[in-house]
């Protein structure tokens, strides 16, 4: 697949700027996505690497997330043009990898994400506006009875909420949500492994727990305008060039069985404080 082609159009971009989120059917191949599913599916570290976090209701919801995007497979999605310049397009200019993770809803147990806008947690990284966006690229097909996203179509414009923290989680102002949900549209996005969701920093999503026998794992690469470089440190980088990577290479990264999988973890727990200073 060429850059080019997968550009977003004048169309696209303005439903972002009006919804805050857009969904790219089909921007990666079936075998491009098969094999991040199979990486992904069969990662033994990125199994022991993962962090389970109590979603407030006694259910269990399991991520592993890396900083820098790496050389392997998952650095690939992250890196190729036809992801990051489209993200460029969507926020005006350059951007830099703020972090990825894989979300690995399972089968039966994958607990739920309260409704939350991803702001909530940056913006205490010292982030100073919210001029970044997010790619979900769906490894497993995404329905509403494995716990899809969930998203408020149109909330980006509602600007940041406070959040308060429930179990391990950081959900929005439950009032504001409440109100919110009575004016915008709640939108179920299924996808199909290769769709891709590109979507706004103060967008409230949210998704239900997996109460169906397939599980539902999602790569979700994190962007921020190299212009945003956050005034403090954090467990998340500052600024650093995004070295980006021409489409196919995606494909010659993947069928490299043995470097496949190369990437440095980080440790959630230990490091991420954005939940946890809101109840400082």
């Known amino acids: 697949m060429k850059s080019n082609q997968s550009l ?10 009006r919804d805050g989120y857009i969904t790219v059917r089909g921007l990666f191949t079936s075998e491009e996505a098969g094999l991040l599913g199979e990486t992904a599916h069969h990662d033994n570290a990125m199994d022991k690497a993962s962090s389970t ?42 951007v830099y990898h703020y972090h990825s993770k894989m979300i690995l809803k399972d089968a039966k147990v994958g607990g739920a994400w309260a409704w939350h806008q991803d702001y909530g947690y940056w913006y205490q990284n010292g982030v100073l506006y919210p001029d970044l966006c997010s790619v979900m690229m769906a490894v497993d097909a995404a329905t509403p009875e494995n716990g899809c996203l969930q998203v408020m179509k149109g909330s980006h414009k509602l600007g940041r909420m406070n959040h308060i923290l429930s179990g391990d989680q950081a959900g929005a102002d439950l009032e504001r949500v409440e109100e919110a949900g009575k004016r915008l549209e709640v939108v179920h996005v299924t996808m199909d492994p290769g769709d891709a969701l590109f979507f706004h920093a103060n967008l409230l999503h949210a998704s239900d727990a997996n109460n169906s026998d397939k599980s539902r794992w999602a790569l979700i690469c994190c962007y921020n305008s190299a212009t945003n470089d956050p005034y403090k440190d954090s467990h998340h980088p500052r600024y650093t060039k995004l070295n980006k990577v021409a489409d196919d290479k995606v494909l010659e990264v993947g069928r490299d069985d043995v470097n496949r999988s190369r990437v440095a973890f980080a440790d959630l727990v230990a490091d991420d404080q954005s939940a946890k200073s809101l109840s400082d």
Not at 8 to 13: C, E, H, N, V
Not at 73 to 82: E, L, Q
Request: aromatic share 8%.
């Open 8 to 17: 977003l159009t004048p169309q696209q971009i303005s439903d972002y700027d």
């Open 53 to 94: 976090m109590d979603d407030g209701s006694g259910n269990d919801v399991r991520l592993a997330l890396w900083n820098h995007p790496g050389d392997g497979i998952y650095g690939m999605f992250a890196r190729c043009n036809r992801v990051v310049d489209s993200v460029e397009q969507l926020l005006g200019g350059e």
